[in-house]
């Protein structure tokens, strides 16, 4: 679950923040729900790294992060995408050394064929 609130004073973002939580603590008691606080994260995206904000669920304060992992995309507080794209080389390399192992090096396939084979891999990761 994610929730956003939007602004320029870093006291109403908390607090409208602070009350979508307690909606959806309210919801998840409800339909029997249990929250994993301890991978429950707050992000303040465009700060300085000066402003903090408070949020708590049931008394219990929910650590703030300054990068953070969601539905598999790397995000920062600065929203730059530098983590990401580092990640997503990483996870091409490796699989291109994957492929380039099936085919013995470069006595199974020609080189071309191989170029071609990573230029899809780097493609399809970083879709």
Not at 33 to 55: A, H, P, R, Y
Not at 82 to 98: G, I, L, P
């Amino acid at each position: 679950m994610a929730s956003h609130a939007v602004g320029d004073d870093v006291t109403i973002i908390q607090s409208e923040l602070q009350r979508n939580l307690c909606v959806f603590t309210e919801w998840a008691k409800k339909w029997d729900l249990v929250l994993n606080l301890q991978k429950t994260k707050s992000m303040l995206f465009g700060s300085k790294g000066t402003d903090n904000i408070q949020l708590c669920i049931e008394g219990i304060q929910i650590e703030q992060v300054c990068e953070f992992k969601y539905l598999g995309i790397t995000l920062d507080e600065q929203l730059k995408f530098d983590a990401q794209a580092e990640y997503s080389v990483t996870k091409a390399r490796k699989a291109f050394a994957k492929v380039n192992r099936l085919f013995d090096g470069r006595n199974g396939i020609s080189v071309r064929l191989q170029i071609e084979l990573y230029k899809c891999l780097e493609y399809s990761v970083a879709v």
